[in-house]
């Protein structure tokens, strides 16, 4: 059994009249990589200032390696965190950013072990041989991995990362996606990701904590949030999905884009495909590697659907007006709450 390496146990937090977090329980475990993920103002950022020690929760306790630290302050805590913007120190030189933290010990550390330590850090990151470099001197991604570097030098039992990927563009994030994975697999130390942004959370964690509104509504690996979400609030919010009307009150149809076939009206569809109407192509988006359609139904209304570049050998591809074909596998319906 996975030790529980950080744990929040019935925590609530208030701001005045305002409630951010509301009774969260949620246990992280050793060595796995777990995100949070949620809107802006759910109570992601706040359950992680809570973990580090720089909020207090108002209710409830938060513990760290089995020892309660509520109270202690962050600087007593054996965690690290990398902040949105990095904080680095513009005036100091790459390598007093990594150890500046290893330098305000007592008793400070020799001049050869801050040498030792800062090579191994700035190695784990694949920036040997920048630390006599000032850090405006970096790109972003590199900056980002200055202080990834000056976190990880204490190896910390757990990286709290405070949507370190966000003033990224999109290429580098997706480059940095891949290099924290295997940054964390590399160092084995515990990382705890708060992110809005779901292909992050899907594409780097081991499981994922949604929240809304103050409260953990889901916790699962990527795949079984994605595959079996509990609400239409999650299956939403955890890649896209179109929604229909439910057999029951307060209940919809979920059904992924990716999982509806298309061909043109006078041709047949797949077999297999319990589900069969006719729609009419509203707009369309060339992606690349997809093609993204809208399509209105009498039936359904408006649904989105994607088409994979591959598949247009086989059904070809449609233009704004065309009449189509569209089904879907019994087993790609789910019936969802729609609170």
């Not at 006078?266 to 690349?288: D, Y």
């Amino acid at each position: 059994m996975s030790q529980t390496v950080i744990e929040l146990r019935n925590v609530s937090k208030r701001f005045g009249e305002t409630l951010a977090v509301a009774e969260n329980n949620l246990g992280v475990n050793a060595g796995e990589f777990l995100s949070i993920l949620g809107p802006s103002g759910c109570g992601k950022t706040t359950s992680l200032r809570m973990m580090a020690g720089f909020e207090q929760p108002t209710e409830g306790q938060v513990f760290i390696q089995g020892e309660n630290v509520t109270g202690v302050p962050a600087y007593r805590r054996p965690v690290n965190m990398v902040f949105q913007h990095y904080a680095l120190f513009p005036h100091l030189s790459v390598a007093d950013n990594v150890t500046y933290g290893l330098r305000q010990r007592s008793p400070k550390p020799s001049s050869g072990e801050l040498a030792k330590a800062t090579d191994e850090a700035l190695g784990m990151v694949r920036l040997s041989g920048l630390g006599k470099r000032r850090t405006y001197e970096l790109s972003g991604g590199q900056q980002q991995r200055v202080a990834l570097a000056r976190a990880l030098i204490n190896r910390p039992a757990v990286l709290l990362l405070d949507e370190p990927l966000a003033a990224l563009d999109r290429k580098l994030r997706a480059e940095m996606q891949f290099e924290l994975q295997s940054l964390q697999r590399d160092v084995g130390i515990t990382f705890l990701l708060v992110t809005h942004d779901q292909e992050e959370a899907l594409s780097m964690s081991d499981r994922v904590c949604v929240m809304r509104e103050g409260r953990i509504v889901q916790i699962g690996s990527p795949r079984d949030l994605y595959d079996r979400p509990n609400s239409r609030y999650v299956a939403d919010f955890v890649g896209k999905s179109n929604f229909f009307a439910g057999p029951k009150a307060g209940t919809v149809t979920s059904v992924r884009p990716e999982m509806i076939e298309l061909a043109a009206i006078e041709k047949k569809l797949p077999q297999g495909l319990v589900n069969s109407i006719s729609a009419k192509v509203l707009n369309r988006i060339f992606v690349g590697d997809f093609t993204q359609y809208r399509l209105g139904s009498e039936t359904l209304g408006e649904f989105l659907v994607v088409s994979p570049r591959r598949n247009e050998r086989d059904v070809g591809t449609f233009e704004i007006g065309d009449s189509v074909a569209a089904g879907w596998r019994g087993d790609a319906a789910q019936v969802l709450a729609d609170t």
